[in-house]
Nanobody, 114 residues
Framework: VQLQASGGGLVPAGGSLRLSCSAS????????MGWYRQAPGKQRELVAT???????GYSDSVKGRFTISRDNARNTVYLQMNSLKPEDTAVYYC?????????WGRGTLVTVSS
């Protein structure tokens, strides 16, 4: 399994970013996928999910600001992040849901300046 997240960077509060994550070594179209994040000194948390049928779910902290989508032909899951806040600063990872693989990949760092 390989999960490669990209698209992170430094952005001012109120800005936007679009993250991408390509997956290989899995039957992507048969798996629910999620975006997780881990802020410094905190536990990793699940912020957005998209299931095989396309239904989505979001944590309360990102609902209304983040949008998850997937492209099964490209084995890729996306996270559009708008109205970013400093508390969104974290390393973002993608992984399978509901049970993630033990392999997490490197993730992509998102830093939101105030």
């Amino acid at each position: 399994v390989q999960l490669q997240a990209s698209g992170g960077g430094l952005v001012p509060a109120g800005g936007s970013l679009r993250l991408s994550c390509s997956a290989s070594g899995i039957i992507f179209s048969l798996n629910g996928m999620g975006w997780y994040r881990q802020a410094p000194g905190k536990q990793r948390e699940l912020v957005a999910t998209i299931f095989v049928g396309g239904s989505t779910g979001y944590s309360d902290s990102v609902k209304g600001r983040f949008t998850i989508s997937r492209d099964n032909a490209r084995n890729t899951v996306y996270l559009q992040m708008n109205s970013l806040k400093p508390e969104d600063t974290a390393v973002y990872y993608c992984n399978k849901v509901p049970t993630p693989y033990t392999y997490w990949g490197r993730g992509t760092l998102v830093t939101v300046s105030s």
